[in-house]
C-alpha cells in the first residue's frame, strides 16, 4: 500500500486527517463519548503493515496505586476484543491501542478499512472509559450493558450510532441524549 491509497481509503470515509510531511502516516482526531483521541495511520515494512495506533491515550506508571487493577483491565479488554488491543510499556507507562494488518498479498478494500475506523474508535472510547476507572478508583466497571455487542434494538445500539458518527468526523449532538439514557 502506498500512502496515496492510505489517503484514498481516509477520503473515502470521509475522515479529517493530517498528513505527516515525511513519513507515510496519518493523524486523525476522534471526539468519542468519553473522551478525544490522536490516532495515527501508519504505513510500515514498504507497505505490506498498517496500523492504527492511538498517541497520548493513557499513562500508568508501575508504582502507581492500581497499577496491577490497570493491568488486569488492560487484559481483560485484550480478551474481549478481536481487531484492537491494548497495550502498556513498562519503560515509560504509556497505554495504547492499536489494529494492525497485513497487507503483504492483498489490497485493502474500502469496505474492511470502513470496518477498522467503525470498530477502532468505539473501542477505544469504552476502553479509554473503563481504564481512566481503573487508575482513579482501582476498579474496572466492565462494559456495562454490552455497549460493544448491541442487537438489534439492544442497549449498546445508541452508543454504537453516535460513535460511527465520530469515526467519520461528526460529533454526537447532545439533544439527541445523554449517554445516561442507554
Avoid at 466492565?142 to 460529533?171: N, R
Amino acid at each position: 500500500m502506498t500512502i496515496a491509497e492510505l489517503k484514498n481509503l481516509a477520503d473515502g470515509h470521509s475522515l479529517k486527517y493530517f498528513t505527516a510531511p515525511n513519513e507515510p502516516q496519518l493523524l486523525a482526531i476522534f471526539g468519542g463519548m468519553f473522551g478525544t483521541y490522536e490516532v495515527t495511520l501508519t504505513l510500515q515494512s514498504d507497505g505490506e503493515f498498517l496500523q492504527f495506533r492511538t498517541q497520548g491515550y493513557a499513562s500508568c506508571p508501575t508504582d502507581h496505586p492500581h497499577f496491577a487493577k490497570v493491568l488486569a483491565t488492560l487484559g481483560h479488554l485484550n480478551f474481549q476484543r478481536r481487531l484492537t488491543k491494548f497495550g502498556w510499556d513498562p519503560n515509560d507507562g504509556e497505554i495504547m491501542a492499536f489494529a494492525d494488518v497485513w497487507l503483504m498479498d492483498a489490497t485493502l478494500t474500502q469496505k474492511q478499512f470502513d470496518r477498522m475506523v467503525s470498530g477502532f474508535v468505539p473501542t477505544i472510547d469504552v476502553g479509554y472509559r473503563r481504564i481512566q476507572q481503573a487508575l482513579s478508583t482501582g476498579n474496572d466497571p466492565g462494559d456495562e450493558g454490552a455497549l460493544l455487542g448491541p442487537s438489534a434494538g439492544g442497549p449498546g445500539a445508541f452508543l454504537i450510532g453516535k460513535l460511527k458518527e465520530v469515526s467519520k468526523g461528526t460529533p454526537p449532538k447532545p439533544e439527541e441524549g445523554p449517554i445516561t439514557e442507554i
